[in-house]
T-cell receptor
C-alpha cells in the first residue's frame, strides 16, 4: 500500500537558519504530493503541492520538488522565521480516488 | 482559511452522552471527509462522501455515525464514546472533478471524552 515517511522531529532552529524536512514515499502509479502545515490549535493548511515528476511547489518561501527517481518530496526554506513554528505534514494522493496518506508530521520550533 | 468551518471547536462529553460535530464548506466542493488526529499517530481517514453518498468507511466503530444532508454540510454524530476517542476531529472538502483532488481542511473540533 501507499506510505509516507517523514524525518523525525522535533526540529529546533534559530531564526534565519536553513530548513530541510525530508519526506519519502511509497506508492503505485503517479501520486500527487502535498505539504500541509498545522499551527498550534488549528487545522491543517495546504502549504504547497506538486502533481507530477520534477514539478516544484512553492509558497511563502517554502519549496519542494517532486523527485520520482528518489521517491522524495523534501521541504526546504532558505531562512525560517519564528512564525514558521508549526507541525509539517507530507502527504500523497493516489492516482485514482481521493485517499490522502499522511506522514506522521514533523514539529518545527524556530527560536529568535 | 475560512472555506471550511467546524463547530464546536472544543467539546467535552461523558461516555453516555450523545453529541454531534458539524462541518460546513463554502468552496462549492462535492466531496467531504472526516479525519481523526490523535497524539503521536498519523491522521486517520474515517469517512468520505461524494455528492452526499458515502463512498468510504475506514472500519470506523458504529459509535461514530456520519451524516451528509447536502454537499455543503457534514455531521458526525457521537454516542457512547470511549476515552480513547479523545482526539482532534478534522473535516475536509475537495472537488474531485477539478484535477488533482486537493483537500482543504477546517480548524477541527477538539474532543475530550471523560
Amino acid at each position: 500500500g501507499n506510505s509516507v515517511t517523514q524525518m523525525e522531529g522535533p526540529v529546533t532552529l534559530s531564526e534565519e537558519a536553513f530548513l530541510t524536512i525530508n519526506c519519502t514515499y511509497t506508492a503505485t502509479g503517479y501520486p500527487s504530493l502535498f505539504w500541509y502545515v498545522q499551527y498550534p490549535g488549528e487545522g491543517l493548511q495546504l502549504l504547497l503541492k506538486a502533481t507530477k515528476a520534477d514539478d516544484k511547489g512553492s509558497n511563502k518561501g517554502f519549496e519542494a520538488t517532486y523527485r520520482k527517481e528518489t521517491t522524495s518530496f523534501h521541504l526546504e526554506k532558505g531562512s525560517v522565521q519564528v512564525s514558521d513554528s508549526a507541525v509539517y505534514f507530507c502527504a500523497l494522493l493516489e492516482t485514482s480516488g481521493s485517499r490522502l496518506t499522511f506522514g506522521e508530521g514533523t514539529q518545527l520550533t524556530v527560536n529568535p | 482559511e475560512t472555506g471550511v468551518t467546524q463547530t464546536p471547536r472544543h467539546l467535552v462529553m461523558g461516555m453516555t452522552n450523545k453529541k454531534s460535530l458539524k462541518c460546513e464548506q463554502h468552496l462549492g466542493h462535492n466531496a467531504m471527509y472526516w479525519y481523526k488526529q490523535s497524539a503521536k499517530k498519523p491522521l486517520e481517514l474515517m469517512f468520505v462522501y461524494n455528492f452526499k453518498e458515502q463512498t468510504e468507511n475506514n472500519s470506523v466503530p458504529s459509535r461514530f455515525s456520519p451524516e451528509c444532508p447536502n454537499s455543503s454540510h457534514l455531521f458526525l454524530h457521537l454516542h457512547t464514546l470511549q476515552p480513547e476517542d479523545s482526539a482532534l476531529y478534522l473535516c475536509a472538502s475537495s472537488q474531485p472533478s477539478r484535477g488533482p483532488d486537493t483537500q482543504y481542511f477546517g480548524p477541527g473540533t477538539r474532543l475530550t471524552v471523560l
